[in-house]
């Protein structure tokens, strides 16, 4: 086996989650027991820190200390949403080399998995020995390859959580509530919306996904048709929903734009405000009482809510990620692989199958009408989210009127 003596780099990319600081600490733990890897620098606010030699010594930091830091929601090297052009690839390669970087581990999205092939390809061609993993996260669950992503089990808790708390606050006080939900091109988290659902009349009632488009009128069909069943509907809608035509559902309606030219979906309430508006107006039902919410960045990294699954399942590809570097001269993205009712085991894909690919909510787990999700869904999430809180319903039996 070819052991490559050397120091190693970590960084954390794009949005935060619940757990990807037990990645980090699984990553730096495992490195310290390996003497090949002379020394342990983490990169401040993503591959920013490596183009300006932003680096913290994590070799400083005791065991008690990290393991509190693990157990902290958000990322606490600092994240980005940067997207490295060719220029700055060549730039990172040649800073690696000059701080004589021999192991790469990069936590992130499919973007970052792209980083990670396109430095990975600059090193073969320099004959410059560079392992580098990708180790994965993103609440989106959307990464080709894994079964999930960590991070997702997590915030898909909080969403399922949030969810039950509206649908007894909507049967208590009856009308409608839509609530906004995290996916501009996948639905997973929105459909997390429908795991804490216990009772027949529970809701959500309708769920909106991207992957299944849908017009403004027919959502209102559906919202009034469930009126007429329930007297109350909620509704779960994720940002990223379409109309037939292929627009996203508030493109006429939000006018902030993010850095890259696209609507700006996320930190703004301005779909829900849009819909409500529009059930209100065009509903059957006169004086309907419609409400709206958007879930928004507390879906990521909210303190208190996560899975113990994704802990622990976050924590390993931390740790399988420096296994594998130590393994010989291969690269790629650590992977979940499921087994048997629920375990999972690692997994090692190619970066380039991983990088800049969505993985969308298959139709096997969105019900026909397009409007909510199936039993496919509730078994493939439920083991992945654990338990959630009991509530419970009066018997409601009737005293008898004089």
Known sequence: ???????????????????????????????????????????KHGILGVLNEDFLDLQQEDNEHLEKIANTPASALGTCRYKPTPEDCEKVFHIFEKYNVKYWFYIGGNDTAETCHIVNEIARKNDYELRVFHIPKTIDNDLMVTDHCPGYPSAAKYVAMSFMGNNLDNKALQGVKIDIVMGRHAGWLTAAAALGKKHDDDGPHLIYLPEHPVALEQIVNDIDECYDKYGRCVVAVSEGVKTPDGKLLGE????????????????????????????????????????????????????????????????????EAVKYAMQGDIDGSVALKRIGDYAVEPDLAKLKDVAQQTKLVPKEFINEAGNGVTQAFIDYASPLVGDLPVVERLKEVPVPKN
């Open 252 to 319: 006429g309606f939000i006018k902030e734009k993010d850095k890259h030219g696209n609507v700006q979906l996320s930190g703004t309430g301005a779909l829900g405000d849009m819909l409500s508006a529009y059930v209100r107006d065009n509903s059957k039902h006169n004086d309907l009482r419609v409400r709206s919410d958007t879930l928004g960045y507390a879906q990521r990294s909210f303190p208190g809510v996560y899975s113990e699954v994704d802990r622990q399942e976050a924590r390993m590809v931390g740790e």
């Open 1 to 43: 086996m070819n052991i490559v003596k050397g120091n190693m780099i970590i960084g954390q990319s794009g949005g935060p989650t619940a757990v990807i600081n037990q990645s980090l600490v699984g990553a730096v733990k495992e490195a310290m027991k390996h003497p090949e890897i002379t020394g342990i620098y983490g990169m």
